[in-house]
């Protein structure tokens, strides 16, 4: 782990959060989980996904009505679906809409968002998740679950409530 990979404590609103999203993802039906995909391409705008989509685990998350309450939101832009938070700009132009969202509403850094909302790629059978050339522990594949995300969520709030 690297120094930016440091495990500050979250906070309690945040713990809180993530194990909402947890909670929710562990009863969601396997087939309307697509970890790799922001939301299906049968995604015809509805902010609740009723249509019967796909989607991943933070655009799940702008399903919750106390996420969508506080600003979480699903938009169609002329470049896919992204997830937002409103009144949210990206410091960064590194930062994409999702990147921001997750970080405000859930309190992480970037490795944090890496790890819980980016599959790692596999390039030539090698596993690769990182941020600029730096590892992200514990980042899953596309392929995995919404059981797979809850967990791992859970295990992030674990090792970043020990502080």
């Keep these: ?41 049968s995604w015809k705008g509805a902010q609740d996904l009723s249509c019967g989509t796909t989607a991943c685990a933070l655009a799940w998350a702008a399903t919750i009505p106390s996420f969508r309450a506080a600003g979480l939101y699903l938009r169609q832009t002329d470049h896919g679906p992204e997830v937002r938070l409103k009144g949210a700009r990206p410091r960064l132009r590194e930062h994409g809409a999702e990147d921001t969202a997750a970080r405000i509403l859930f309190g992480l850094d970037t490795f944090g968002y890496q790890r819980l909302f980016i599959p790692r790629l596999a390039v030539d059978g090698l596993a690769i998740g990182h941020y600029y050339g730096k590892p992200v522990l514990g980042q899953l594949g596309g392929n995995a679950t919404a059981r797979a995300v809850a967990e791992n969520i859970r295990a992030y709030v674990k090792e970043r409530s020990r502080g």
């Design 1 to 41: 782990m690297n120094d930016k990979q440091a495990k500050t404590p979250l906070a309690s609103v945040f713990r809180r959060r993530l194990l909402k999203l947890a909670a929710f993802l562990e009863k969601l039906p396997p087939e309307r989980f697509e970890f790799g995909t922001w939301v299906g391409a």
